[in-house]
């Protein structure tokens, strides 16, 4: 069966911060949405979507897969330049060292799909979009089999 990800954008995340509750107040109201929120450790699967200046069509980078402790400031960082970084899957985490764990377990058992971007990127690996359920789920085995309080895994 083929799978087809949108990804969720970071104006999507903001709205999915904003609903924890009220105490949210966002960046217009003089703080970031990670500073009134809990965190969130995760371990993130996404792609850069960009839109060409002048004909309007949208291609996908390679899959950047790594880990953080907001997907906001993720999504905020890979967007300066004008693209659209979305997330397609993540695999929430109970401590921010499990995301490290998560790290190097992809780089260990995905060695063989990792590929270098032009400017020296390191997270970034060959997998379409069909193999991402696999992989995520894979990934979550071995996370938990590693000790990892995983919590949940979703995706957009």
């Known amino acids: 069966m083929m799978m087809k990800f949108n990804g969720i954008g970071l104006q999507e995340a903001k709205k999915q911060r904003k609903s924890w509750g009220p105490e949210y107040r966002g960046p217009r109201g003089g703080m970031l949405p990670e500073e009134k929120t809990p965190p969130e450790f995760l371990v993130y699967f996404g792609r850069l979507h960009l839109a060409d200046f ?11 897969i790594g880990r953080g402790k907001y997907k906001t400031a993720i999504m905020r960082g890979r967007n300066q330049p004008g693209g659209d970084f979305r997330i397609y899957a993540e695999i929430l985490v109970g401590r921010d060292p499990d995301t490290y764990k998560g790290e190097k377990i992809l780089k260990e058992v995905f060695k063989d799909r990792n590929v270098s971007g032009p400017q020296g990127q ?26 990892c309080d995983v919590k949940e895994v979703n995706f957009y």
């Open 54 to 64: 002048q004909t309007g069509v949208t291609s996908k980078g390679t899959m950047k």
């Open 122 to 147: 390191e997270e970034l690996y060959d997998f379409s979009d069909e193999e991402l359920v696999d992989t995520v789920y894979t990934v979550e085995e071995l996370m938990i089999e590693a000790g």
